[in-house]
């Protein structure tokens, strides 16, 4: 018997952020590139000492990511408790380092 599909899952992706600009860009991109469309992505600054806005700033005109900050660094449970915090009624959560990248199916597949 095939499994019984509900209404589509709406996914919000949790990135913090502190010391890994270097690989944001990539992985924010990884996120664009997916071939499910129902996110949205949460980016965390925890008082990184990098630019963290020149590596955010390509996706902030894509409309479904938003960039949070915190005053001070608080660690990165602190900083992943900030995106549950601020992602409201999500479905689901998928964290991603910022120094990783998703497969283009990822969230198709979870």
Request: charged share 25%; glycine share 6%.
């Amino acid at each position: 018997m095939p499994p019984v599909l509900g209404p589509p899952l709406d996914v919000a992706v949790l990135v913090p952020v502190f010391r890994d600009t270097a690989l944001l860009h990539e992985a924010l991109q990884s996120i664009v590139d997916q071939t499910y469309s129902r996110w949205h992505c949460y980016v965390i600054d925890d008082a990184s000492p990098e630019d963290v806005d020149a590596a955010f700033a390509p996706c902030a005109a894509e409309g479904r990511f938003t960039l949070l900050r915190h005053g001070k660094n608080a660690g990165l449970s602190a900083a992943r408790n900030t995106g549950l915090r601020s992602m409201g009624e999500g479905d689901a959560v998928q964290f991603l380092d910022a120094d990783d990248m998703l497969t283009p199916w990822a969230l198709e597949r979870r």
